[in-house]
């Protein structure tokens, strides 16, 4: 028998499965989805099973065998190797990649030097000897830590043994240690026996005896006898007990927030959703809907009842949010309703965590996972519906290869099923909403909120005018007054800065000069905390310089408007307010998030100021006001979709105030009051704002008008970078039909990071059947001979952003 086999070694030239040996002995077990361990070159690396057949077109005498079985059973199913396949052609990545994406990363393979030991007999080395301790197989990095290197390659040459690569798959079981306590009798004999001078022994014995017959964690045992190791195994070693190992899972630690209560019944708009929804899920059908429905007008209800009908006729869901440790409600409401059905996959687990997660729903222990993008291939085999909240959310574009968009592995997905997708958002991608207009995904609309609250009223404030009346404060004299008003009246502000805490820059005051990144071509941000100078594309650090580089003034300082500096102002305006700020630096510990989220639902704080985080989810009583401190921040990206991410974040953020009983209200604050994106999400207005974007898109052929697809060029020479990327762009143009239009190449906004400088072409089309062949035949060209140059060129089909 001959297996098809994708090997890990990404950067070899050539993308396709390699022809393997299966041995006698693994004839009955292997199947496709299973992991090997196959030599390759020099090296034993980790492949996949992708086919099993009986005949090979290559010389059967010349291949080599598999060496051996990782697993016994597939790890990724029939279903999911048919998805890796499409997705590698999609995304134009490696298949390897486009396998390894879908398993948790405890799963991917380590590799790891061995020494075999294959003359032990003439080793003279007594130290050496000593080393191996009749052990045949020892870890290269023992050797290396007891400095023996210099032994292992003199006996290497010798031939009297070799080091050879393993492939180190412990996957990551957790496993405990259990103690299982003799019946009472056997310990009463025991005690019976015993040396009155055993005096800790005997106390464990007594202990023992008054649970007889019960098992307990090793751990807890000694906690609650007080005893210490050495003693318990004194005991087991007498058969007061037997041990064992048993396997568990990591239970990640869940947050603990208020319940919320079921709404008895659906809103009308609501029960029609839903009405259709099901009826896809009757009829095993393929649908996709987009669920376009305000702030707090009920959408997740929609799904959770989905759901509900989807595990009551036996299937699974799949439900992404994105980056979802930062709506640990969200993941409240699903566990409230689904209990321990509901796995959660997202960024703040560890490894372990992942992997226990995922075992759970490999073995379909539970039925709904809830996660954030790679929750997309979860390994259920009898899926029921895929929802995607915040559809629109660039996360849900993965920047690595595979550069895939979950949107699209749903639908995927959901085809092999015969089961429906939902799209929601309150304001849809224009993508989405395109498609629904046309009709290729159905339109639900929620337009309105479900307990019947009014949306906030929201106020825009022209910052500008602030300016001329003498207020260079970040706070507008409006929204410090409505501040004012929450904090005497004891309800809760939520103010937002799109920035992160560090991101004010220094600058000269004298000649202008504003300190950059000896590595990158972008200005370093300024940390307040320890003084220092950020990159935040490589890391580089340095001190706040005394004095400006360019001219010696010593009139340079710091400029900008971050989180730290809001708080600070805050301080001085409100000295008796109790603020909580959330943004990168206060979140970077494990569970700071959802800490901090509790600490100001308990009514711990008046204020919660905060980045992008704060946008999503949060759902407090107690929140009647929000402020946005600086909206334009969104809105001179140099990026096709700022105007549409701008009206994004304002809808979302607004979304926060009055959610509940009392009603909310909202300033935005802008340098740009009259832009179409403030003044319609000011009441959440998406179509009209639809519209004129769409113009917009239309005017300068920008997507949903045309696809675009992004070819950036890194090198470390600028000349040879320049060099390449026209190279490419000529390629391109040679290839691709005349009414594809292909920009550049230019440098990228950001022309250089980590001592790289980047170029790019654009390459905009709206029907291009030779596309996918021609930007294989470029990776090609890259992938044997460009990339030895030391060039980087990465492909990326309908990029997030394009600088
Ligand atoms: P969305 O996901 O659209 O922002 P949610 O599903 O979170 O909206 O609903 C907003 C609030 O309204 C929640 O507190 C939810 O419990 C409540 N809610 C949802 N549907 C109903 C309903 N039919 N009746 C009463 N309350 C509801
Ligand atoms: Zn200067
Ligand atoms: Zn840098």
Redesign the pocket.
């Known amino acids: 028998m001959i297996a098809e086999v994708i090997v890990d070694v990404s950067a070899y030239p050539i993308d396709r499965p390699f022809d393997y040996l299966v041995p006698e002995t693994m004839a009955a077990v292997i199947e496709r989805g299973i992991r090997v361990k196959v030599p390759f070159g020099p090296r034993k690396v980790l492949g996949y099973v992708t086919a099993l057949k009986e005949e090979s077109g290559l010389d059967v005498a010349k291949l080599k065998s598999i060496d051996e079985l990782i697993d016994l059973e597939p790890v990724i199913s029939a279903e999911l190797l048919t998805l890796s396949r499409w997705l590698a052609v999609q995304t134009l990545a490696y298949e390897i990649d486009a396998l390894q994406v879908m398993l948790p990363a405890a799963m991917r393979a380590k590799y790891e030097k061995f020494i075999v030991v294959d003359e032990p007999e003439n080793i003279d080395d007594e130290d050496f000897l000593r080393f191996l301790a009749g052990r045949q197989r020892v870890s290269l990095k023992e050797a290396d830590t007891l400095g023996l290197l210099n032994t292992v390659k003199r006996f290497a040459k010798q031939g009297i043994l070799t080091v050879d690569t393993a492939v180190n798959q412990k996957t990551a079981v957790k496993k405990v240690r259990m103690i299982q306590i003799a019946t009472e009798e056997t310990l009463q004999a025991l005690l019976d026996s015993i040396q009155s001078n055993a005096k800790k022994q005997i106390e464990l014995l007594h202990w023992m005896k008054d649970r007889a017959g019960q098992s307990i964690l090793a751990k807890q045992l000694m906690e609650q006898s007080g005893i210490q190791t050495a003693v318990l195994k004194s005991v087991i070693e007498r058969g007061a007990a037997t041990e064992e190992y048993t396997e568990v899972y990591r239970e990640p630690e869940a947050p603990k927030l208020k319940d919320?209560?079921?709404?008895?019944?659906?809103?009308g708009e609501?029960q029609v959703a839903l009405d259709a929804v099901r009826h896809a899920t009757d009829n095993r059908k393929a649908e996709t809907f987009l669920l376009h429905?305000?702030?707090?007008?009920?959408?997740?209800?929609?799904?959770?009842r989905a759901i509900k009908h989807v595990l009551d006729q036996g299937q699974e869901a799949i439900v992404l949010v994105p980056e979802i440790s930062l709506t640990p409600q969200m993941t409240s409401?699903f566990k409230e309703r689904f209990g321990p059905l509901v796995a959660v996959m997202h960024s703040g687990l560890s490894a372990g965590e992942k992997y226990d997660e995922w075992r759970k729903i490999q073995r379909g222990e539970v039925k709904v996972v809830v996660g954030a993008r790679s929750a997309i291939f979860a390994p259920f085999e009898n899926v029921g519906i895929i929802i995607l909240?915040e559809e629109h959310e660039s996360t849900y574009k993965q920047e690595d290869t595979p550069r895939y968009h979950a949107r699209d592995v749903a639908i995927k997905r959901s085809e092999y099923y015969g089961c429906p997708v939902i799209l929601?958002s309150?304001t849809p991608s224009l993508e989405s909403y395109a498609r629904a207009s046309k009709g290729v995904y159905t339109l639900l609309t929620?337009t309105r909120?479900?307990?019947d609250q009014e949306l906030p009223a929201v106020t825009v404030v022209d910052m500008r005018e602030e300016l001329k009346n003498g207020n260079r404060s970040m706070f507008s004299l409006p929204l410090a007054e409505a501040v004012r008003i929450r904090l005497e009246k004891g309800e809760q502000t939520v103010l937002f800065l799109n920035k992160r805490g560090f991101s004010s820059f220094v600058l000269c005051r004298d000649c202008g000069t504003v300190v950059e990144c000896p590595n990158c071509d972008i200005s370093l941000t300024y940390h307040r905390a320890n003084e220092r100078l950020k990159c935040h594309y490589c890391g580089h650090e340095e001190h706040v310089p005394l004095e400006c580089p360019q001219c010696e003034s010593d009139y340079i300082r710091f400029f900008g408007t971050g989180t730290q500096k809001a708080q600070e102002e805050i301080a001085k305006l409100f000295p008796e307010a109790r603020v909580i700020r959330m943004d990168v630096d206060t979140t970077r510990q494990k569970g700071s998030h959802e800490r901090l989220l509790r600490q100001f639902s308990e009514g711990k704080a008046d204020i919660l100021l905060g980045t992008q985080m704060i946008a999503k989810g949060l759902?407090f009583p107690n929140i009647t006001l929000v402020g946005v401190l600086a909206a334009d921040t969104t809105l001179h990206l140099a990026d096709f979709r700022a105007a549409e991410k701008t009206f994004q974040l304002m809808t979302q953020v607004s979304?926060r105030a009055g959610?509940?009983e009392l009603p909310g209200e909202v300033f935005i604050q802008t340098y740009s009051p009259e832009h179409y994106a403030i003044e319609l999400a000011k009441d959440q207005h998406y179509e009209p704002f639809y519209n004129l974007e769409m113009a917009a898109r239309r005017q300068f052929g920008y997507p949903p008008f045309y696809f675009v697809t992004l070819v950036q060029f890194t090198h470390e020479d600028l000349l040879k970078v320049a060099d390449f990327a026209d190279k490419g762009a000529r390629f391109l143009k040679g290839n691709l039909s005349p009414n594809t239009v292909i920009i550049g190449p230019t440098a990228a906004a950001i022309s250089r990071v980590n001592n790289r400088y980047r170029y790019q072409c654009l390459i905009k089309y709206k029907k291009e059947p030779k596309l996918t062949e021609t930007l294989q035949q470029l990776i090609k060209y890259y992938r044997t001979d460009w990339i030895k140059a030391g060039l980087t060129m990465t492909v990326d089909m309908e990029p997030a952003s394009i600088y």
């Open positions: 919320t209560a079921i709404p008895v019944a659906l809103t609501q429905g305000i702030t707090g007008s009920g959408k997740t209800e929609v799904y959770l409401r909240d929601g309150a929620l909120r479900a307990k759902d979304g959610r509940h």
